[in-house]
């Protein structure tokens, strides 16, 4: 896989996902083996008027490269403003989102609002690619609904405009996150492109992701929700499409050791009561079908000091003995 100059060294990056794909989680992932990492999408708009939140969002670490920063909206002077900006913080690339189908983003005209205007879409990446001197990249859909999948005309457009690689999550906008992925769509843009694709869709472990990439013809696959609690799928997924190899689940012991790594990074980057709430629902995924830990669900959705978190470990180790 490559992207502009940037090699990758797996088959799996991580999503970008708003309010869980932030640096500590970017770093945790890439520690796994993660190829390469999206930023939490930035409003284009934000960061131009300096906002403090954007700027946060787009802090990256040498632990976690390479990693773009993802930037939306619907305006190609802004978005190519962004990315200039978004230069400060050292991106490896710019990626473009056109696939966030939450409606506070697609209803103002951003994410994948933007696979209904695909002459618009085609202008913002031509204009980002103009403004930076890095890979762009751009995270799409299958298409608004069953009606009008239009993901191989949007990736030519995107590839015509200079973009470097294309994610393609196998869903429509109306879809959301319900089943089926439909991997026949990219493998329809894989075939039309010449350059990259990473497919996108419930890929959870080696196998599900080397059946995608099978389905797909694609050279990468990108990880979302499949990596909520659990970072070293990465590893495993490696594993599995490189060697054949099926790893196994990490023991309890270990998955608690990893989670307080996690928090404990949480808390350094955001302080520890920002840190502590957000701590609860990554507890919350890392614990996922481990016995004994629904019934500590009360406490997980309490946490609010670092030593909480050592108690609920000590308990859910000792359960799971």
């Not at 190519?80 to 473009?96: G, H, R, S």
């Not at 200079?162 to 992925?181: D, F, I, L, N």
Request: with cysteine; charged share 30%.
């Amino acid at each position: 896989m490559l992207i502009g100059k940037i090699d990758w060294k797996g088959v799996a990056a991580l999503a970008p996902m708003a309010g869980v794909a932030d640096r500590a989680f970017r770093e945790i992932c890439c520690e796994f083996g993660a190829a390469y990492a999206v930023t939490e999408m930035v409003s284009a708009k934000g960061l131009c008027m300096c906002d403090r939140k954007s700027r946060e969002l787009l802090k990256i670490s040498e632990a976690e490269k390479p990693t773009a920063a993802q930037l939306f909206g619907d305006d190609p002077e802004f978005m190519a403003k962004a990315a200039m900006k978004a230069l400060e913080f050292e991106p490896d690339a710019i990626d473009i989102n056109m696939g966030c189908p939450a409606p506070k983003i697609a209803g103002n005209g951003g994410g994948s609002a933007l696979m209904k205007q695909p002459e618009l879409a085609e202008r913002i990446v031509e204009a980002v690619v103009k403004a930076v001197d890095l890979p762009v990249t751009v995270k799409m859909r299958i298409g608004w609904d069953s009606e009008n999948i239009n993901c191989v005309d949007l990736a030519k457009r995107c590839e015509n405009a200079g973009a470097a690689a294309v994610a393609v999550h196998g869903r429509t906008k109306v879809q959301m996150y319900a089943p089926p992925v439909q991997p026949e769509h990219i493998a329809e843009v894989c075939k039309a492109l010449k350059i990259d694709v990473i497919a996108n869709g419930d890929v959870t472990d080696g196998v599900s992701a080397k059946k995608l990439m099978d389905e797909t013809g694609c050279k990468a696959v990108m990880v979302g929700r499949g990596a909520l609690g659990r970072p070293w799928v990465f590893e495993q997924i490696n594993a599995y499409v490189q060697r054949g190899e099926i790893l196994p689940e990490p023991p309890v012991a270990e998955r608690m050791r990893i989670m307080l790594r996690h928090i404990e990074r949480l808390c350094e980057y955001k302080g520890e009561k920002v840190g502590m709430l957000e701590a609860r629902k990554h507890a919350a995924w890392y614990m996922k079908g481990i016995r004994g830990a629904a019934a500590l669900r009360r406490e997980i959705c309490e946490l609010k000091k670092i030593e909480d978190i050592y108690s609920i470990k000590d308990k859910v180790i000792a359960t799971a003995k």
